[in-house]
């Protein structure tokens, strides 16, 4: 069994930054791909960032040229740094592997 556990969110103002870690139990190189997600009050869940297995990442154009995912796979983690943040980048973050396992989610609250 697969468990993810996010942390790092919290309240931050605009323009600063922030990086969610996501550790893995388990292997994390069984993975194909990994990635984030968030979901804002009253708003569907939607991708932020993903990385597969062969390095390949995606990113929402929201969030293009400002955050970054990454593994470290000596860590068992994911990571996702975001830069430059703004009020609309408030929300729940999820972390995934395979979409298949989730962890409990991480808030990130951007405000003055």
């Known amino acids: 069994q697969v468990q993810l556990v996010e942390s790092g969110g919290g309240l931050v103002q605009p323009g600063r930054s922030l990086r969610l870690p996501c550790v893995v139990s388990?292997?994390?190189?069984?993975?194909?791909?990994m990635g984030w997600y968030r979901q804002a009050p009253g708003k569907q869940r939607e991708l932020v960032a993903g990385?597969?297995?062969?390095?390949?990442?995606n990113y929402a154009d929201p969030v293009k040229g400002r955050f970054t995912i990454s593994i470290d796979n000596a860590k068992n983690t994911v990571y996702l740094q975001m830069n430059s943040l703004k009020p609309e980048d408030t929300a729940v973050y999820y972390c995934?592997?395979?979409?298949?396992?989730w962890g409990q989610g991480t808030q990130v609250t951007v405000s003055s």
């Open positions: 995934h592997q395979n979409l298949l396992y």
């Open positions: 990385i597969t297995r062969g390095g390949r990442t």
């Open positions: 388990g292997s994390i190189s069984s993975f194909y791909s």
